[in-house]
C-alpha cells in the first residue's frame, strides 16, 4: 500500500497545510532553554511539534538563590554552588545531546543581587554559558508568552510569581499588553519581620500599587509558577479532582477560597504527601496562598486557569515565525503525531471529511475536537488489541497538549475509546467522565462510532471510501458505497454502522452507487 504523508494532500481549509516539516519549524524542533530563578534551576528541551511542542527533557534543581536576599542583598551562597553545579551538568547534557546551544536567562534573584554579576561571570568561566539577566517587565512579558504558546486566542491578566518576585501582565488578540514586576515573591515575604499580619499589610499595599498600574483585569486570571501549581493540587485534593493534570485546571474565586481555609486546618506533611507536593514547595505555600487572596480580592477575575507554560515557553515562542505563532496548539501536535505514529499517515483528514455529516452543525468549537479526534484515531495502534481503548483514553488526557480544556480532554479520549470499543462502562476512567455531561457524552460516542466504522473502508488515500449522510429529523443515516468500496462492507462493518446508527437512534440503509 502506498503511504502518503498529509503533506502531500489538501490542506485543511482554515486550519492551513501542515507546518511542523516547514524548514522554520524544524529549526524549533530541538530547543533548551534554562531559567535560573529565585527557588529553582531548570532546563527544559523542546522537540516534536514545534507549535505544540514535547518535553524531551525536563530537570529542575531547587536551589533557593534568593533565600535571605532582602536581609543580605547577595545571592544565597548555598544556592549559588548548587545552581552553578546544576549548570554545569546543564551544558555537558546539552553537549551530549548536540545542541547548538543553551539559550539562559536569570530572573529577580540574580538581576537584584550585589554579586548577581560576579555569579555570571563565574557560570561563563566555568560552563561558558552566558547568562541573559532580564528585568522584571521583560520577564512578565516572556511569561505572558509562554501562555499564548499554549492558548492563542487567550485573554485575561497572567500573574507569574517566582522566589522573590511576582510578576503581572495583560494579554488579549494575541499580544502583550500593560506588564509590572513586583517584590511579592514567598521568599522575599517570608523575610519580613512581624508576622502573618505584617505580610498581608504589605501585599495589600503593594497590590494596591499594581492596580493602579494595571487598571481594571476581570477577565481570566492566568497563574504562571511553581507555587501556584502545587497550590491547584492542594485545591485538587480538597475537591476529590478526577483528572490529575494541572495544564487548564480551573478553579473559581470561591473554591480558592474555600481551599486557603482547608490548608491553613490541615496537617502540612499529610497534605503534602497526598497531592504530591515538595517539602520545600509546602513550604512556601502559606506566603503565595495569602498572596493570591489578596490578588483575586483586588483583581476580581471571572476565571482562574493554572498554566503550565510560563517563561521557558515564551522563550521558544519569542523564536516562532509568525505563521506558526497562529496555529493552533491541539492540531498541529494532533498532525505531528499522525505523522510519526499512524499507520496510514492522511488518512485522519479523509476520515475528518467522512465523519462530518454527522456534526454540520457544530460549533468550531467542536469541530477542532472531531478533527484532532480523526488524526489520533490510530496513533495507539502498536498496544495490545485488548488495551487500546484504554491507551488511548489515557494518553489524550494525560498527553501534552495545548489548547485544551479538561472536558475536551475527556471528550477527545471517550471518542478514541469508542473508537476501539463500543462500550465505556467498567474500565478505571469512568470517574473522568463526569466532566462532561451526558449530552457531550454522547457526541463523544458518536463520534468515535463513525471512527470506528470509518476505518474499516480504509482504502488508499486517494480512494473512494463512502459518504454518509444524516437527516436528524427524520433519524435517517444513509451511507452511499461507491463501487470500488463494496468488497469492505462485510458483515463486520455492517455491525458497526448498525451501531453508529443506534448512537444516533436513526435507522440506516446502504445505498450502492456505480
Not at 91 to 101: C, N
Not at 341 to 355: C, E, I, Q, S, T
Not at 360 to 387: F, G, I, M, N, Q
Not at 481 to 491: D, I, M, S, V
Request: proline letters at 5%; a positive charge.
Amino acid at each position: 500500500m502506498k503511504q502518503t504523508v498529509e503533506t502531500d494532500i489538501p490542506d485543511w481549509g482554515s486550519f492551513g497545510k501542515p507546518l511542523f516539516d516547514n524548514p522554520e519549524a524544524r529549526a524549533l524542533s530541538r530547543v533548551g532553554v534554562v531559567d535560573v530563578g529565585s527557588n529553582s534551576v531548570r532546563m527544559v528541551i523542546f522537540d516534536g511539534a514545534a507549535r505544540s511542542p514535547a518535553y524531551f527533557y525536563n530537570e529542575k534543581v531547587m536551589c533557593e538563590l534568593g533565600a535571605g536576599l532582602s536581609e543580605t542583598g547577595r545571592l544565597n551562597p548555598r544556592g549559588r554552588v548548587r545552581a552553578l553545579a546544576a549548570l554545569r551538568r546543564f551544558r555537558r547534557l546539552a553537549d551530549d545531546l548536540g545542541l547548538p546551544g543553551l539559550h539562559v536567562v536569570a530572573t529577580a534573584a540574580v538581576r537584584e543581587a550585589k554579586d548577581g554579576p560576579d555569579f555570571c561571570d563565574e557560570v561563563k568561566s566555568e560552563t561558558g554559558l552566558t547568562v541573559a539577566v532580564i528585568d522584571g517587565g521583560e520577564e512578565a512579558r516572556l511569561s505572558a508568552q509562554g501562555v499564548l504558546l499554549g492558548w492563542p486566542g487567550a485573554y485575561g491578566l497572567i500573574c507569574d510569581i517566582g522566589g522573590s518576585s511576582m510578576e503581572l501582565a495583560e494579554i488579549g488578540d494575541g499580544d502583550v499588553g500593560r506588564r509590572v514586576t513586583s517584590p511579592l515573591g514567598p521568599l522575599k515575604l517570608r523575610d519580613i519581620k512581624g508576622g502573618r499580619r505584617a505580610r498581608k499589610a504589605q501585599i495589600k499595599a503593594t497590590m494596591e500599587e499594581l492596580r493602579g498600574e494595571m487598571g481594571k483585569q476581570r477577565d481570566r486570571l492566568f497563574l504562571v509558577g511553581g507555587s501556584w501549581r502545587a497550590f491547584a493540587r492542594l485545591d485538587m485534593l480538597r475537591r476529590g479532582y478526577p483528572l490529575n493534570v494541572l495544564h487548564e485546571y480551573r478553579m473559581t474565586t470561591k473554591q480558592v477560597h474555600q481551599t486557603i481555609k482547608f490548608i491553613e486546618k490541615g496537617d502540612p506533611d499529610e497534605m503534602r504527601s497526598l497531592a504530591g507536593v515538595s517539602s520545600s514547595r509546602m513550604a512556601l505555600i502559606p506566603y503565595a496562598m495569602d498572596v493570591l487572596a489578596r490578588l483575586i480580592r483586588t483583581f476580581k477575575p471571572k476565571d482562574i486557569a493554572i498554566s503550565s507554560y510560563g517563561i521557558r515557553e515564551g522563550l521558544l515562542y519569542e523564536q516562532m515565525p509568525q505563521m506558526l505563532r497562529d496555529r493552533d496548539p491541539l492540531i498541529e501536535a494532533s498532525r505531528f503525531s499522525e505523522a510519526k505514529d499512524a499507520r496510514l499517515p492522511g488518512f485522519g483528514k479523509h476520515l475528518y471529511d467522512f465523519v462530518m455529516p454527522l456534526f454540520k452543525s457544530a460549533p468550531e468549537t467542536r469541530v477542532r475536537l472531531v478533527k484532532a479526534a480523526c488524526l489520533l484515531h490510530d496513533v495507539s495502534w502498536r498496544a495490545h488489541p485488548d488495551y487500546r481503548a484504554e491507551v488511548c483514553f489515557d494518553y489524550v488526557t494525560r498527553a501534552n497538549l495545548g489548547g485544551l480544556k479538561h472536558s475536551e480532554r475527556v471528550f477527545i479520549g471517550l471518542a478514541l475509546q469508542h473508537r476501539y470499543r463500543n462500550k465505556r462502562e467498567g474500565n478505571r476512567f469512568e470517574p473522568l467522565y463526569k466532566l462532561l455531561d451526558e449530552k457531550d457524552q454522547r457526541q463523544a460516542e458518536i463520534l468515535g462510532k463513525a471512527m470506528r466504522f470509518g476505518a474499516m473502508l480504509w482504502m488508499q488515500n486517494d480512494a473512494p471510501m463512502g459518504t454518509l449522510r444524516f437527516y436528524p429529523k427524520k433519524r435517517q443515516l444513509d451511507l452511499l458505497l461507491p463501487k470500488a468500496a463494496r468488497p469492505l462492507f462485510n458483515e463486520v462493518a455492517e455491525a458497526r454502522l448498525t451501531s453508529l446508527a443506534n448512537a444516533l437512534r436513526s435507522d440506516t440503509r446502504v445505498i450502492l452507487r456505480d
